[in-house]
């Protein structure tokens, strides 16, 4: 087990927002198969240890540090496969505490004679995917967030004038991301800044087949029916607001542009309450998000302490006068944990968890 979650690290960085997961297979005293998993949509631990095994699988063990899964998303269930390759023994740490699984895939295990043994390593096991964990306790989706920045902490130019910030390179990333997580948001004002479409795109620009739940959030509903966002092709748009912005002609363009509006409480110095809006999208089904801006709707985030993931680019531009990252003050600084940074073209990624205390 422990060389399961040591192999779990390996993708720790690129499986957000699924859990980072190991798997060992075991035959007799011998090692026959490793994987983990690396990206979503990518195979699972489980299925890339099993085909390594191949044949000298049957009748084994395998290790897996997280409980597999037993529900068809963007791959099959790896309960499925485990029980197809003749494997007689799972080992486990802990339940996974997502929705879709919760229990269901050790059931099925269970259910075909396959023998299971739970809490090995179970703590260190919850410690790799704490704010998976703290996510699905919370009944909240896992929230990540994406920050472009220059060298000098801006994000964007003030007045009407745009920049792009990062380079090509990184905005193929980020379209190729967002068809990973289950909704794009961004509040209000960078709708009104930059006009985005939100959509998830190749690098040839055309959509890809997956296309997230596109979310603003707009207490006021200042949100133009003209925006990009609300224009076709793209996933759905769904807007956040206040109770008392449903009704009214700005609603019913908004309506009629293609957008949705659901009423979500607001806070008593303004805003929508964090917590209200991720319940909401929870009960849209919702179990992660992007948020890629901008900085009040990042600020009221980050005081709620609800962001599970940052990646920050980091561009090789000085920009001066401008806009920061966050627009409110905190009463005390974000601490992040261990840091990873990877180059794509000229720009920098720098991914990191919250610190946990």
Request: proline letters at 7%; a neutral charge; hydrophobic letters at 40%.
């Amino acid at each position: 087990m422990q060389r399961a979650l040591a192999l779990a690290v390996r993708g720790r960085w690129s499986t957000p927002p699924n859990p980072a997961v190991g798997a060992v297979v075991v035959s007799g005293e011998q090692v026959v198969g490793e994987g983990y998993h690396l990206r979503p949509g990518a195979p699972h631990a489980e299925v890339i240890a099993l085909e390594q095994a191949g044949d000298r699988g049957r009748g084994g063990t395998i290790y897996v540090s997280l409980e597999p899964c037993d529900h068809h998303g963007r791959t099959p269930p790896c309960s499925e496969a485990i029980i197809r390759s003749g494997i007689k023994r799972v080992v486990v740490p802990c339940v996974d505490p997502a929705r879709c699984v919760s229990g269901r895939g050790l059931a099925r295990l269970r259910a075909a004679g396959v023998e299971v043994v739970e809490n090995v390593e179970r703590e260190a096991a919850r410690r790799l995917n704490a704010r998976h964990f703290l996510a699905a306790a919370e009944e909240r989706p896992k929230v990540m967030v994406k920050i472009a920045r220059t060298l000098d902490g801006r994000t964007a130019l003030y007045g009407p004038a745009t920049l792009a910030v990062t380079g090509e390179r990184a905005s193929e990333h980020v379209g190729r991301h967002r068809s990973e997580v289950d909704a794009v948001m961004v509040g209000s004002g960078t709708v009104l800044a930059d006009n985005p479409r939100l959509s998830a795109r190749a690098p040839d620009g055309e959509l890809l087949p997956r296309q997230p739940l596109r979310v603003i959030a707009d207490g006021r509903l200042r949100t133009p029916p003209a925006a990009r966002v609300l224009s076709k092709p793209g996933g759905d748009v769904l807007i956040l607001t206040a109770a008392e912005q449903i009704d009214g002609p700005k609603a019913d363009a908004i309506r009629e542009a293609g957008g949705r509006l659901l009423p979500v409480t607001t806070r008593s110095e303004g805003g929508l309450q964090p917590g209200a809006m991720l319940s909401a999208l929870a009960a849209e089904g919702i179990d992660s998000v992007l948020v890629e801006g901008g900085g009040i709707l990042l600020s009221s985030l980050v005081a709620a302490d609800v962001i599970d993931f940052w990646q920050i680019w980091i561009a090789p531009k000085v920009m001066g006068a401008g806009r920061g990252v966050l627009h409110l003050g905190l009463s005390s600084p974000l601490s992040l944990g261990e840091m990873h940074t990877t180059q794509v073209g000229m720009d920098l990624l720098v991914s990191a968890f919250p610190l946990e205390s």
